[in-house]
């Protein structure tokens, strides 16, 4: 999707404000009027509120309680319907979706963080923990022909997730952006073929 000027995004404490990585993804992520979508850690919306423009049917969830109310706060301003939860993962999230979005936390760290924000950064140990879980369950909540689109970090466990992922689905890397310590890349997985539980 394009960058929409008219989308007015509030930013509020313990939310992670949209940085490259979001908009990264929100150049890839294409969805039609009509598909649903889920996506997972919306953080301020700005996908979510993106999408719904787009005529998308959108739940946005997230574990942090602040973000799920900035998106919620974020939608009603820009005047789209999102569907807010509040969930660690798919933990609460009800069906199945056309497309799942995710920015997962990505840097390594070895600490517990503690606070949302920190939450919103922290890829656990190797940067790739949430992204390895998230890709363990999310296949049950594809609809059939479902796309996931995703941010990896070369700085968090990159390759790691490919491997683990190619045992249930085909990835394509879409797009690179190099920065200065890192580079990160926008993925899209799709099954490899019907899973059956």
Not at 14 to 26: K, N, Q
Request: with cysteine.
């Amino acid at each position: 999707m394009k960058l929409d000027q008219t989308i007015d995004i509030e930013v509020i404490d313990e939310v992670y404000d949209p940085s490259d990585d979001s908009y990264l993804l929100l150049r890839v992520v294409d969805p039609k009027p009509g598909e649903s979508m889920l996506e997972i850690g919306p953080g301020t919306g700005l996908i979510s509120i993106h999408a719904a423009k787009a005529g998308a049917i959108v739940t946005a969830a997230d574990i942090n309680p602040h973000a799920v109310e900035c998106t919620r706060r974020n939608a009603v301003a820009n005047g789209v319907r999102i569907e807010t939860v509040k969930s660690d993962l798919f933990q609460n999230v009800k069906g199945n979706f056309d497309i799942i979005v995710f920015n997962p936390p990505y840097l390594p760290d070895s600490t517990r963080t503690t606070s949302w924000i920190e939450k919103s950064w922290s890829g656990g140990e190797d940067g790739a923990e949430v992204a390895l879980k998230f890709l363990q369950e999310a296949w049950r909540h594809l609809a059939p022909g479902g796309r996931i689109y995703m941010i990896l970090s070369s700085a968090g466990g990159l390759m790691s997730v490919v491997r683990a992922a190619r045992e249930r689905y085909e990835s394509v890397m879409l797009e690179e952006q190099r920065m200065f310590f890192e580079s990160i890349f926008a993925y899209r997985f799709k099954l490899r073929y019907s899973q059956n539980g």
